[in-house]
């Protein structure tokens, strides 16, 4: 029996031991962690505040749209940003958001780049959909994209080198279509009437000029669908009445349509095929 406490106490004693050296490796192995994670932290700061990290031209910065990427002039003419600039400084979701106030740019998106330093910039540009002229005003024609974003027309050359305008021309002060434009935008893309121009000048009664010759639409209003499927329904008019024989299409009442001739006597629902 006394034999048995002896292995008893011994074995005691020997796992004693074990468990004080494991708990002494572990708390190496510790340190040694704390050690290392200090140093690499240290390293990178190093690393990170020496010059070579700065961005000192916008010949740094790369901003492009799909396959196309932009000249120093146009980064600088949408980009704010002052030289020399830490590269670790910078904060891109700020730099996208800026772009973003940009009226030429619809999206962005804002990366660092170590090597070689600099910022890789990715943008969505906006598309015009018609040129804007307030013959009130003498100023320079804008531009308009689908939304309603008035874009200027020196800055989208800027972006775009190769410009190309759009052929539909809006007539009458931004600040009264504005708030109407995505609506009738959106139900004259969509028509299969070829339109030219859409005259806002008088916001009782928009006119588009068509190859019908000139629409009557109104004011603005919840007819607007309908006051263009009927207008598709038109398209064959020019088939039975010449259009110079038309002085205009009134299409405020989509329900019962008048064909103005240069006559004094208006044409009640034209038929059409």
Same mark, same amino acid.
């Given at each position: 029996?006394?034999?048995?406490?002896?292995?008893?106490?011994?074995?005691?004693?020997?796992?004693?031991?074990?468990?004080?050296?494991?708990?002494?490796?572990?708390?190496?192995?510790?340190?040694?962690?704390?050690?290392?994670?200090?140093?690499?932290?240290?390293?990178?700061?190093?690393?990170?505040?020496?010059?070579?990290?700065?961005?000192?031209?916008?010949?740094?910065?790369?901003?492009?749209?799909?396959?196309?990427?932009?000249?120093?002039?146009?980064?600088? #003419?949408? =980009?704010?940003? *002052?030289?020399? @600039? $830490?590269?670790?400084? %910078?904060?891109?979701? &700020?730099?996208?958001?800026?772009?973003?106030?940009?009226?030429?740019?619809?999206?962005?998106?804002?990366?660092?780049?170590?090597?070689?330093?600099?910022?890789?910039?990715?943008?969505?540009?906006?598309?015009?959909?018609?040129?804007?002229?307030?013959?009130?005003?003498?100023?320079?024609?804008?531009?308009?994209?689908?939304?309603?974003?008035?874009?200027?027309?020196?800055?989208?050359?800027?972006?775009?080198?190769?410009?190309?305008?759009?052929?539909?021309?809006?007539?009458?002060?931004?600040?009264?279509?504005?708030?109407?434009? #995505?609506? =009738?935008?959106? *139900?004259?893309? @969509? $028509?299969?009437?070829? %339109?030219?121009?859409? &005259?806002?000048?008088?916001?009782?009664?928009?006119?588009?000029?068509?190859?019908?010759?000139?629409?009557?639409?109104?004011?603005?209003?919840?007819?607007?669908?309908?006051?263009?499927?009927?207008?598709?329904?038109?398209?064959?008019?020019?088939?039975?009445?010449?259009?110079?024989?038309?002085?205009?299409?009134?299409?405020?009442?989509?329900?019962?349509?008048?064909?103005?001739?240069?006559?004094?006597?208006?044409?009640?629902?034209?038929?059409?095929?």
């Amino acid at each position: 029996m006394a034999g048995i406490v002896s292995v008893s106490q011994k074995y005691l004693s020997q796992r004693r031991q074990k468990m004080r050296r494991r708990q002494q490796i572990k708390i190496i192995q510790a340190i040694w962690r704390t050690i290392l994670t200090s140093a690499l932290t240290g390293g990178l700061l190093w690393v990170a505040l020496q010059p070579i990290w700065v961005i000192n031209a916008p010949k740094q910065i790369v901003m492009k749209s799909g396959n196309q990427l932009f000249s120093q002039a146009a980064i600088q #003419s949408v =980009l704010v940003i *002052s030289y020399p @600039q $830490s590269l670790w400084r %910078i904060q891109p979701h &700020d730099i996208a958001n800026s772009l973003k106030q940009q009226p030429t740019i619809a999206q962005a998106t804002v990366s660092r780049r170590l090597f070689p330093p600099g910022l890789n910039i990715e943008i969505q540009k906006r598309v015009p959909v018609a040129i804007t002229q307030n013959p009130k005003k003498q100023s320079s024609a804008d531009l308009l994209d689908g939304t309603g974003v008035l874009i200027p027309l020196e800055k989208y050359a800027l972006l775009n080198p190769n410009i190309k305008l759009p052929s539909l021309k809006v007539l009458g002060t931004p600040e009264q279509y504005r708030p109407y434009w #995505s609506q =009738l935008y959106l *139900s004259l893309s @969509q $028509s299969s009437v070829k %339109i030219m121009e859409i &005259d806002w000048q008088d916001p009782t009664n928009i006119i588009l000029k068509t190859e019908l010759g000139n629409i009557h639409l109104g004011a603005i209003s919840p007819q607007l669908t309908e006051q263009i499927k009927v207008l598709a329904q038109m398209r064959y008019l020019s088939a039975k009445i010449a259009s110079s024989q038309i002085n205009y299409i009134d299409l405020t009442n989509p329900a019962s349509p008048l064909v103005h001739l240069n006559q004094t006597k208006p044409e009640l629902n034209p038929q059409t095929p």
